[in-house]
């Protein structure tokens, strides 16, 4: 599978610079920032969270980064979520691989949340909708195109070793 179908239509359509960068197939966030050589901190890794009533959000991290739901349902606004599990949510991207979908929950009718510590001066990279490809793109692009809710609720790797 290449990059998917919906996103290149729509980054074409909307004029965007972007580039297709291809690697190695790997399955992890880590992995695919450490293969493609690109910082953990500017590789989004996308989590799906459900809400008690079964409604999913997009949640967009830098790769090194862990959620903190507690910070995100103050953010989000709303008061029970639980991460989802890939088979829950699988059929929401019929055109992606399973666990690689691209930070765009706006294509998919979701709303996405965003990690305020993006770079947002920087490159920004992520899954084409498949395991061996990424794309890099401005992020102000990005956020220009998607309008994500950006908060802070992401985990650095220090924070989390100095909490246990």
């Known amino acids: 599978m290449a990059v998917n ?3 290149k239509r729509f980054l ?11 690697h190695q197939e790997v399955f992890t966030a880590q992995e695919v920032a450490a293969i493609s050589h690109v910082s953990g901190r500017q590789l989004a890794k996308v989590l799906m ?5 079964g409604d999913y959000l ?13 910070a995100l349902r103050t953010v989000a606004g709303r008061r029970r979520l639980s991460l989802a ?6 059929r929401l991207f019929p055109d992606c691989e399973l666990g690689a979908m691209p930070p765009f929950g706006n294509l998919y009718g979701l709303p996405v949340y965003i990690d305020a510590c993006f ?22 692009e990005y956020e220009r195109l998607v309008k994500p809710v950006v908060g802070e609720f992401c ?10």
């Open 5 to 7: 179908d919906r996103l």
């Open 12 to 22: 074409d359509e909307q004029k965007i610079e972007y580039q297709t960068l291809p």
């Open 49 to 53: 969270v459900r809400e008690a009533g």
């Open 58 to 70: 997009m949640v967009v991290l830098p790769a090194a980064c862990r959620v903190d739901l507690g």
């Open 85 to 90: 599990a890939e088979d829950e949510f699988g």
């Open 119 to 140: 770079p947002p001066a920087q490159d920004f990279f992520f899954q084409a909708g498949n395991h061996h490809e990424v794309v890099r793109m401005r992020y102000q």
């Open 155 to 164: 985990l650095h790797e220090r924070e989390k070793s100095r909490s246990q």
